[in-house]
């Protein structure tokens, strides 16, 4: 069976057979995908990280189906019933559901009726009735009679067959796989509000009364109808007719089927009625319950994949955000009541000074919060601001912003943030581990400071699931959504790479070839000995032997270490490549490393040997061009309107700058600053036909966007990507546009809105304590900016 497997994932994928099986012995011998993807391009055929992954989950999902035929099998022989043609049927079932219709007959089940009526010696009526028809009911029942038996009368008789038929009729696995093809092409899900909860489940108005074809369902419809039914709102009914009848006289065109597989039709003989009531009371009471639990599956499972394949999707462009960088950052966690916790993290993201400021209701200590963060910037030469996007960001936003406004020398930018996981975060045992001294409520700031300077460092931190990027996550299957978010954040991880002498064990677990335990010991022999020189000092560390060398090492970057090579993706494997290729040079390592210009005269088959083919040699070569190249995009930010806060202050035509927070299979959802994210359906987001709101945006990015409709009771905000799309009549007058800058916006930088306001008109000097504050900090209203880049030095 291990052929065939391999066979089939190599058609499905359009490969060889041969890259699959150099695949899957790669990854049965322990292997991860990004180091299969990247180091044995030659062995795969080049196989890549996305067809891999595809070939993973399919392997798994086919050798589980193997060892469910195989307990099939075993089975069914154990009870007799295995002969050649059913043994057969069983090996060419192609999928886990034809596999159990034609397990269904032969499945042990508690007693039913068609059983009992078995026991009862009335199979051989029902045989009788069914294969010749001109056989009188009542008159062949009354032979069956046996009140010793429990077959008082022929009715009862005649009852016992008819349960014995159908059973028959709703085991027939060829049967009944045509028939669910059938209900699911022709079929539809109804929904319904249940009486008395419209007004408690107006959330799910949209499917009060509401119908679809199964094929053409959204994901996202058939969660959020699964949803209301399990919140005890909605009815939903499969209905296996696309208009909501069945055929005006006569039976349906699902019964018609069964009496045809079985030869039943009205042809005037005594028992044909008694045959076609049994094929309708097969179709209404099995058959068609039967499907209808099928097709749910069937529904789920499609939305559920969807749904991961979005969560992932939104997941990976949420790790893979720009990084600002190493510069020392102000975290903001914002509050009203408990106030703003503040944290300062310096360039490599120690925590260096914290403090809690309450600006707002009920204390509105404003003047007071500016001047503590006006000294907390000027004493750690700060040069961003993280603000988290949670309850009073919007209030600690102005605040940060009246900041900049009255001291320009600081340089500071202000960048809203999304603090989805923060909480969990602070409470996580790795954050007391990694802030054993910090209070749990500021540890939060510390992890928004922290993701502004790098997200994918820190979300590693995070379980994925608390991220908050996906649709219906709670809903999903825990296995199924978890494995796919891991083989995201490792994809992530390993295709960024990571420094060793700063990287946390979170991220350094995520590393090909290193689990927890492994990256602890990393951890604690870097304490105890100090930064790593070069990678080959990695296998000084407990634990870390050949093969997890092997699988790590390439992933795993030494800046500044003794071997130049130990900082770029090249993996020590292949350093014999690289002097190769400097014996044909004549130069130095480091000279070579990023001349471009020597480099592209180079022809890589000239380095290729039975060990390292082409695809590795041009990646050697593009690595030495530019090494340890980061493939995250620059670091950019957004603009939020001034005076637009809160869904009150938006109008009808308003044309507004977001960010993308989450992209799902029917539009993005748009942050612009009023505490509640605005949707562009997938048909405002061109004027061309988007089959992927994914093509179009990713979360991070920058977005203008126009105000289509505003539902303040509802808490809905319609917006447009098309600038030029009118909005509908009642609402504000639209504003002028630039249309260069709307076109410059549309796919900016990642991530999060906020601004970059260093300018602005001369403050008024502060008073009071601020100014106290000011002056002890050396930061009055008279002192000199500080020098950019002597702070950037320190």
């Not at 489940?201 to 053409?216: I, N, V, W």
Request: net charge neutral.
């Amino acid at each position: 069976m291990t052929t065939s497997i391999h066979e089939r994932i190599a058609g499905e994928l359009g490969v060889r057979e041969q890259q699959v099986a150099a695949a899957v012995e790669l990854l049965d011998g322990g292997a991860t995908v990004p180091f299969i993807a990247r180091y044995r391009k030659e062995v795969t055929g080049t196989l890549d990280d996305a067809q891999l992954r595809t070939l993973e989950e399919r392997l798994r999902y086919l050798r589980e189906l193997e060892e469910r035929r195989a307990a099939v099998l075993e089975s069914i022989r154990s009870q007799g019933k295995l002969d050649d043609a059913l043994e057969a049927q069983i090996m060419a079932a192609d999928s886990k559901a034809r596999l159990e219709d034609i397990y269904l007959p032969y499945k042990p089940k508690r007693r039913t009726k068609a059983q009992i009526a078995r026991e009862a010696g009335l199979e051989p009526l029902a045989d009788l009735l069914l294969g010749d028809p001109s056989h009188d009911p009542q008159t062949a029942a009354a032979t069956f009679v046996d009140g010793d038996k429990g077959v008082a009368d022929a009715a009862a008789a005649l009852e016992g067959a008819r349960a014995i038929l159908v059973e028959r009729f709703a085991e027939d696995a060829d049967l009944i796989g045509g028939l669910r093809e059938e209900m699911w092409t022709k079929g539809r899900l109804v929904a319904a509000v249940k009486e008395g909860k419209e007004e408690a489940g107006a959330k799910f108005s949209d499917y009060f009364e509401f119908h679809e074809p199964f094929t053409k369902l959204p994901s996202h419809r058939i969660l959020a109808m699964f949803r209301g039914e399990k919140e005890d709102v909605l009815t939903l009914t499969l209905d296996p007719e696309e208009n909501g009848e069945a055929a005006p006289a006569g039976p349906s065109g699902y019964e018609r089927r069964i009496a045809a597989r079985f030869d039943i039709g009205d042809r005037g003989r005594p028992a044909d009625k008694w045959l076609l009531d049994t094929v309708r009371w097969a179709w209404r009471t099995r058959v068609l319950v039967h499907l209808g639990i099928d097709l749910r599956s069937r529904l789920w499972q499609a939305a559920e994949e969807e749904a991961v394949a979005v969560f992932a999707a939104n997941l990976r462009d949420l790790l893979l955000a720009a990084p600002a960088g190493s510069r020392p950052t102000m975290g903001l966690d914002p509050g009203l009541r408990t106030g703003v916790k503040v944290a300062i993290v310096d360039a490599t993201g120690k925590v260096v000074d914290t403090e809690t400021i309450y600006p707002h209701e009920p204390r509105r200590r404003w003047e007071e919060s500016i001047a503590t963060l006006a000294a907390l910037a000027g004493k750690h030469g700060v040069e961003l601001i993280a603000i988290g996007n949670g309850t009073a960001s919007r209030e600690t936003d102005k605040l940060a912003a009246e900041l900049i406004k009255l001291y320009p020398q600081l340089g500071l930018t202000k960048i809203v943030v999304s603090e989805a996981g923060a909480s969990v975060y602070s409470a996580s045992a790795y954050a007391s581990q990694e802030l054993p001294g910090l209070d749990v409520s500021l540890r939060g700031a510390v992890s928004i400071a922290r993701r502004l300077q790098d997200p994918l460092a820190e979300l590693v931190k995070i379980d994925p699931k608390s991220i908050g990027v996906g649709q219906y996550q709670h809903d999903l299957a825990e296995t199924k959504l978890s494995r796919s978010l891991d083989a995201v954040v490792e994809d992530c991880v390993n295709g960024v790479g990571v420094d060793v002498n700063t990287a946390s064990a979170p991220l350094l677990t995520r590393v090909s070839g290193i689990g927890a335990g492994l990256a602890e010991n990393i951890v604690q022999h870097r304490d105890a000995n100090g930064p790593f020189r070069s990678r080959q000092a990695l296998k000084e560390v407990p634990r870390l032997g050949p093969k997890a060398f092997e699988q790590c090492a390439g992933f795993l970057r030494i800046p500044g270490g003794d071997d130049p090579l130990d900082a770029s993706s090249v993996h020590p494997e292949a350093y014999p490549v690289v002097r190769r290729i400097l014996g044909a040079t004549g130069g130095d390592l480091r000279a070579l490393i990023g001349n471009g210009a020597v480099l592209r005269k180079l022809k890589p088959v000239d380095f290729v040997d039975d060990t390292f083919g082409l695809p590795t040699v041009t990646d050697i070569l593009k690595e030495l061009d530019k090494p340890g190249r980061d493939p995250r995009p620059a670091f950019k930010t957004a603009t939020f309107k001034e005076g637009v806060d809160k869904l009150s202050d938006l109008n009808k035509g308003m044309l507004l700058e977001g960010v993308v927070t989450n992209v799902a299979a029917f539009g993005a959802f748009v942050d612009i600053g009023v505490h509640q994210d605005g949707l562009v359906h997938v048909s405002a987001m061109s004027k061309s036909f988007v089959k992927d709101p994914r093509d179009v945006v990713k979360p991070g990015d920058i977005v203008r966007v126009k105000v289509l409709d505003v539902d303040i009771p509802r808490k809905r905000i319609s917006l447009t990507l098309r600038l030029e799309d009118e909005a509908p009549q009642g609402g504000g007058r639209p504003e002028r546009e630039d249309r260069r800058s709307a076109q410059g916006n549309r796919r900016g930088g990642r991530p999060g809105g906020g601004q970059g306001n260093r300018g602005g008109s001369t403050p008024p000097p502060p008073s009071g304590a601020m100014a106290d504050a000011l002056r002890r900090a050396g930061l009055g209203q008279d002192s000199q900016p500080q020098n950019r880049q002597n702070r950037r030095g320190r």
